[in-house]
DNA sequence: ACCCCGATCGTA
DNA sequence: ACGATCGGGGTT
């Protein structure tokens, strides 16, 4: 019931990209049973954001990241894999975070460093996009009221915007001791 | 209807 | 460094 008061609500997601992906790392995305600490995100801000897959405008995959915030966007990429993304910003203005890495509660040896990995382990599939992860008891954030340290770097895999430092990674050392 | 590319990952 | 593998989006 606690649990259910901390999570993170559409206010948080309702802010500018960059920061609601760096204030992301320490929390705790819960999905069905699984739980993980965020260790890595990516911001991806909208029509102004050539890397962003909603820089050339709404379509049937890029509507969602236009609605409000706090809903998931997940996609398929290479055939083969699902990235989990939570949309950020007011409606209207498309951009969502990129949930890249998690560190198991439970279990330390699952390192779940890769989008595709992390919704791979999860069983995150289209079927979870769009979802409202502020009001799912099965799947949103949890507020840990912790903020790790963390470094930016340009993001993964893609070609364009590679300016941008816009992704966030914790710094490794701190991640056990938050768990225990 | 067709074609090309991709917010990845595991293996070489 | 590269191949696997297929949906999305732009083009014909």
Request: proline content about 4%; charged content about 20%.
């Amino acid at each position: 019931m606690d649990k259910l008061k901390n999570i993170l609500d559409r206010p948080f997601y309702e802010r500018s990209t960059v920061i609601v992906a760096q204030e992301l790392l320490g929390k705790i995305l819960v999905f069905q049973h699984h739980q993980g600490i965020i260790t890595e995100t990516e911001a991806y801000v909208g029509l102004g954001d050539p890397a962003c897959h909603a820089a050339r405008g709404r379509t049937p995959r890029t509507d969602v990241m236009f609605g409000p915030a706090g809903f998931s966007y997940v996609y398929f990429i290479y055939g083969m894999y699902h990235c989990l993304n939570i949309v950020t910003e007011v409606e209207g203005q498309a951009a969502a975070v990129l949930i890249r890495g998690v560190q198991n509660i439970k279990d330390h040896s699952i390192l779940l460093n890769g989008p595709g990995k992390l919704c791979r382990h999860y069983g995150i599939t289209l079927q979870d996009n769009r979802r409202d992860v502020v009001n799912d008891v099965n799947f949103h954030v949890i507020d840990t009221g912790i903020d790790l340290t963390f470094e930016s770097t340009p993001r993964i895999g893609i070609s364009k915007g590679q300016d941008k430092l816009w992704r966030f990674i914790a710094k490794s050392q701190q991640i056990t001791p938050v768990i225990e």
